[in-house]
């Protein structure tokens, strides 16, 4: 969750969107 909380951080697209799988998917984007 630590993960995905500074991607979140990193991106305010992200935070609009819920805490779906699609996370995922962003992390190994970046």
């Known amino acids: 969750v ?3 909380e ?13 805490p779906s799988p699609k996370s ?3 992390e190994t984007s970046f």
């Open 2 to 4: 630590v993960k995905t």
């Open 6 to 18: 500074k991607l979140t951080e990193s991106s305010p697209t992200t935070s609009a969107l819920p």
């Open 24 to 26: 995922k998917n962003t």
